[in-house]
């Protein structure tokens, strides 16, 4: 059972104006985040990291259930369209502090079009963020397509 426990660890510190400096794992650099990046910023929001993290989370599942399908993608690509009610974080109404929905588009070129039900269901059973997104009760809908 222990060989199969991932475990993690990142280091935070506080640069100040917003700008939060993490280290992760034994990963080289540094990687920032901003509390609201300008659009001049090169730094993600700790909300836009998450959407980040679901899109590669997902298009990494997929990657390796094809593989494990023996089914061959020529191209893959995620699109994220989320919503979130400011006014739940800052306390000014009681609506979540966090999305209130998410929508996922998977688009997937492959010449194994008849693979793609099972492999939906797979992604559906196994993929990480997908199933810790889906269990917050999140407004959450994924849809595969063909291109």
Known sequence: MEDYIVKYKINGKYLGD????????????KFYIENEPSEESKNMSPM????SALSASAQISIISIAKDMD???KQLSTTIKAS????GMLGLAKVKP?????HQVVNIRTNDSEKI????ETFKKTC???NLILDT?????????LV
């Open 71 to 73: 089914m061959d993608i």
């Open 98 to 102: 966090y999305f209130s929905s998410i």
């Open 117 to 120: 039900n099972e492999l939906m």
């Open 128 to 130: 990480p963020m997908y």
């Open 18 to 29: 917003g700008l939060i400096e993490n280290s992760i794992d034994n990963l080289k650099g």
């Open 48 to 51: 836009q990291s998450l959407l």
């Open 84 to 87: 979130t009610d400011k006014r």
């Open 137 to 145: 009760g999140i407004n959450y809908t994924i849809n595969f397509r």
